[in-house]
């Protein structure tokens, strides 16, 4: 079959608070980007992807859904959001579908590779790792015997089939809740054809199992530091934008746009952390389009340009140098605003405030400076 006939469902419409966070997992982070969007970078060119979600979580994260050729609601249990996503491709009728879990963020292409190339011959394909542990049976905390591992594999996703086959077998199954969609296929009486897994295609289930994706990760990052600098003079008005935020003030902030001077130098730290150049290259300020513009528009440009280029924000850390206006009582506002425009964390944002002792132009109070430093990492 010609590879263009493959599409992908992927079921991330659970809640997965077990793994803590306060957030379902598929949308927390892991290493600087969201366990979501590293599994859809997984599958990325192999064919249609639709996304299967959970209601509440719809238009939760847009540039992410964007990935995905279709987004459909989940059901009440896995099975009933696979065959959501299932009954979404038909009118497509790809050849081959992979059902894959979002919560297996580091599946190898190996893997995938494996499942789709085995499909040419059976209707149905698995990966599966062998157990190598002893298996014991426990009650009331105690061994109570030994199982025998012969025979047994543990299993893994993407797990991969002819199309027609197993939407008949979604639609037909009336079984107990199923584990997963072999137990489907099986029920239907489809062969499945067993292929090698991969140990690092791990099931993020527990708080533990972060740390271990982050290390697995971390044997192949980039890891990016941009810095940024900023001045603007005050002139006329009564408030300042700084952060995002406005901030009363007996003077106002002189510049082509809003003049704020926080967020220009964290935009250019981002951009030099990529080696993108600054604020002026991709926004001309002798371009009439940007007089009096929001430097949100900026921020969020250099945030796309980074997770366009597979970078996360994994920190940033804005000083604002001044005598007045006083940054203290602003500063967690000023966060939340940077971390919205950014799509991260609050607690990946620091904004502080000093004074420079009342030398210089920011100690005669003729203006504001700032300085900005973004990390950005790839992996």
Known sequence: MPAQTVATVIV??????RAGGGVPKQWRDLAGRPVLARTLDAFAGLGPVCLVLHPDDIGRAPEIEARAEMIVPGGADRAASVRAGLEALAATSPGKVLIHDAARPLVMAETIEAVIAALDHHPAAAPGLAITDALWRVADGHVGGTVPREGLVRAQTPQGFRFDSILAAHRRYEGPSAADDVAVAQAAGLDVALVPGHEDNMKITGPGDFARAARILGTDMDVRTGNGFDVHAFGPGDHVWLCGVKVEHGQGLVGHSDADVGMHALTDAIYGAMAHGDIGQHF?????EWKGARSEVFLAH???LARVEGFAVTHCDVTLICERPKIGPHAQAMREELA?????EPARVSVKATTSERLGFTGREEGIAAIATATLVKS
């Open 12 to 17: 991330a419409a659970g809640r997965g608070l």
């Open 302 to 304: 250099a945030a796309d």
């Open 284 to 288: 001309p300020p002798s371009d009439p």
């Open 340 to 344: 919205r425009i950014m799509q991260i």
